[in-house]
């Protein structure tokens, strides 16, 4: 007699105090809010310029697997590259749309929680949602999660809230092959939503409905599919398949597995707790009811559903040889919507006030586990700075020194995209292009390359070579011989700190220049008897103490006269009484275009980089160059000052409020 008061008095009373279509609205306020933080702020993940530029080429008229490898199922560089002709090619751009499909797929997971139990239900679901911030990051750059999540949530939402019958089956079903077309391992959720639309079918209906979806599943997926397979069956299945799986020994394999199931229980432990408790609770609820199992399942069905769906999920992703915790991002939206039914079933149990206490408790580790996660990724950097950002700023730097339309030989291919400059066939799946121990018939036959055919891109010549330090580590075999193509053709005229998820700085190499740029100062100050430093180029007018201060020094051989000796360039920071506070001692080019090198004519960009000390006082500062020989240590002479060159004053006044200065250079030259 007690029961039915106990179950819903929580509910009125939580009710009275708040609606919750009103903390919907704020919840989904902060879930927007978080996803544009993301989508500005995430590091640049390597696999997103890979992704939009397969969205270009299909629409560019090429084929995916036959003109170019795609290691996944072909739906997303359509959807993407269609985004394309509107909003453009660049990395912010695929960011938004995949975060707009992500906040689309939050939306439709919380609208199937409050369909399972009431408005509530929703409430929860969006809670554990925007709380799980590594879930959220995968929604803030450009992959496969945002959309196929999207598909996923639309397929469940479909099986909430339509009647049985042929539209709620071929809706369903044309959601999951969308999905799967979007991310292969969504081919296992066809197996319980299967079930569930049986199962929920009324008896009559039942041999129906198995067949509808049958013919839904295999057409949908030929249609989607097929083509591809048609056209570059074998191409397509490495892809998507052998990419995944090969290199993998036996041992490794069950490494990699336990190592992931560590990683996941680690970066998700609130959603796994979550699921366990979820799991518990309806075979609680199912067994209560062993006389009559089936009627005890139907109110619960699309539970399990989910349930099992998400069991599915984790084991497919477990598969590959890349498998990742985050991968089980692709789980979170799934888990929200349980955890969303979860809690109002505790809330309206017989201890209301336990059970509030234990969601909050839930919710509040799950912030400080995720903000931990992050910080421990290094998903953004504190305070928050964008990464895009840099890689746009190495973009425009491509675009003043290359030629419209010409070529950059690059691994990162979101540079290129940036850029809007074309790369070499085969660079298009970025580090994962480099197949080193293949034999060249391999590499060309998959579209990818080996050392042989990079060396014969580097050695016919580009416009640029655009490489990280991490790029240039992963080069192997042939390295001496890659090496001498890349510093006997370019020369590394440009650095960019920072560049890629890993912090390395980007080498930027172009071939020999003849001419010194329109933004340099020229100059003509005779080092020595064979070297002429022609100009030199500040990186920024204005600094501040503890940021790092770039020069660019343009050197060229003297006409006539002999071939360069090697010698090293010193570039010295001076206070007042020109004490040394910072300096950089390197050959040309970072070491890599020593003077011995140089050609009749050529202008040689040499880059050096000061950090101002964090500490400097207001006033006025020098840097002084010049060049010595790396055996003697015996300076060159610089023709009228001695064996020095003061080129230029960096004064240094106080900023607002006096806690730190300003610099603004001064040319003294």
């Known amino acids: 007699m007690q029961a039915t008061p106990i179950a819903v ?30 989508v500005l702020f995430r590091l640049v993940n390597l696999d997103e310029g890979w992704y939009l530029w397969a969205a270009k080429e299909v629409f560019a008229g090429r084929q995916l697997y036959g003109d170019f490898a795609y290691t996944q199922t072909p739906l997303l560089p359509y959807v993407y590259g269609l985004a394309q ?75 909430a809230r339509l009647q049985p019958g042929s539209r709620r089956t071929w809706l369903v079903i044309g959601c999951l092959a969308l999905a799967t077309a979007g991310r292969l391992a969504v081919v296992v959720v066809f197996l319980p939503i299967a079930v569930f639309l049986i199962f929920t079918s009324p008896r009559s209906r039942r041999l129906r409905t198995a067949v509808e979806l049958s013919i839904a599943a295999v057409l949908l997926l030929v249609l989607l599919l097929g083509p591809f ?71 619960y069905a699309l539970e399990i559903t989910l349930a099992a769906s998400i069991a599915l999920l984790f084991l497919a992703h477990l598969v590959p040889r890349t498998a990742m915790s985050y991968y089980s991002a692709l789980q979170v939206p799934l888990i929200a919507i349980l955890f969303g039914a979860l809690a109002v079933r505790w809330l309206r149990g017989n201890r209301p006030r336990l059970a509030a206490a234990l ?10 586990t995720q903000a931990r996660i992050v910080r421990y990724y290094g ?12 890689v746009r700023a190495a973009a425009e730097t491509l675009r003043q ?13 979101h540079l290129a995209l940036e850029a809007g400059l074309d790369m070499p066939s085969g660079y298009e799946m970025s580090i994962f292009s480099y197949r080193p121990s293949w034999t060249t018939e391999q590499a060309q036959q998959y579209r990818v390359i080996n050392n042989e055919l990079l060396l014969s891109d580097l050695e016919r010549g580009v416009d640029a070579v655009a490489l990280t330090q991490f790029d240039e580590d992963l ?66 007018q204005s600094l501040r103490p503890g940021e790092p201060l770039t020069l660019a020094l343009y050197w060229q051989p003297v006409s006539g006269a002999s071939q360069p000796k090697d010698a090293t360039v010193f570039v010295h920071l001076l206070d007042k009484d020109e004490v040394v506070l910072a300096g950089q001692d390197s050959q040309p080019c970072q070491g890599t275009c020593p003077a011995s090198t140089w050609r009749p004519g050529e202008v ?66």
Not at 85 to 96: I, P
Not at 252 to 279: C, G, I, N
Not at 380 to 390: A, F, G, K, L
């Open 229 to 299: 397979a048609l056209a570059s069956g074998q191409q397509m299945t490495y892809d998507i398949f052998g990419f995944h799986m090969d290199r993998m020994l036996a041992e490794w394999r069950r490494e990699r597995l336990l190592t992931t199931l560590w990683e996941t229980l680690r970066d998700f432990s609130v959603p796994v707790l979550v699921y366990l408790a979820v799991v518990v609770d309806l075979c609680f609820r199912v067994l209560q009811h062993r006389a009559d199992w089936r009627a005890a399942l139907r109110p």
């Open 379 to 390: 998903l953004t950097t504190w305070p928050p700075t964008s990464q895009v950002d840099v």
């Open 401 to 413: 020194v290359v030629p419209p339309g010409g070529e950059v030989l690059t691994f990162d291919t």
């Open 359 to 368: 969601l909050a408790v839930l919710l509040l580790v799950q912030l400080v």
């Open 9 to 38: 008095a929580p509910r009125r009373s939580l009710s009275s105090r708040v609606s919750p279509n009103q903390v919907t609205g704020i919840l989904l306020l902060l879930f927007a809010a978080e996803l544009v933080f993301w």
């Open 85 to 159: 002709l509107v909003l453009g090619q660049s990395l912010y751009a695929g960011r938004a749309l995949t975060a707009g499909f992500g906040f689309a797929a939050g939306v439709l997971g919380m609208a199937t929680a409050r369909r399972i139990a009431g408005p509530w239900a929703g409430v929860f679901a969006l809670a554990l949602l925007l709380t799980t911030f590594l879930a959220i990051t995968a929604f803030g750059y450009t992959a496969t999660y945002g959309l196929t999540s999207l598909l996923l949530a639309a397929a469940f939402y479909l099986a």
């Open 475 to 540: 080069l192997y075999g042939d390295r001496d011989a890659l090496f001498a193509a890349i510093y006997g053709k370019y020369r590394l005229a440009y650095s960019v700190p920072g560049f890629d998820p890993f912090h390395n700085d980007l080498h930027i190499y172009l071939p020999p220049q003849g001419v010194l740029p329109d933004s340099a100062t020229v100059l003509d100050q005779r080092f020595g008897d064979a070297i002429r430093l022609a100009g030199y180029e500040p990186g920024s």
């Open 604 to 669: 040689i960009r040499d880059e050096h980089r000061l950090t101002l000390p964090a500490d400097m006082p207001p006033g006025d500062y020098l840097i002084e160059i010049g060049m010595y020989d790396p055996q003697t240590l015996e300076r060159l002479p610089v023709s009228g000052s001695g064996d020095r060159l003061l080129l230029a004053r960096y004064a240094c006044q106080p900023t607002t409020g006096g806690k730190t200065v300003q610099c603004v250079a001064e040319a003294l030259n």
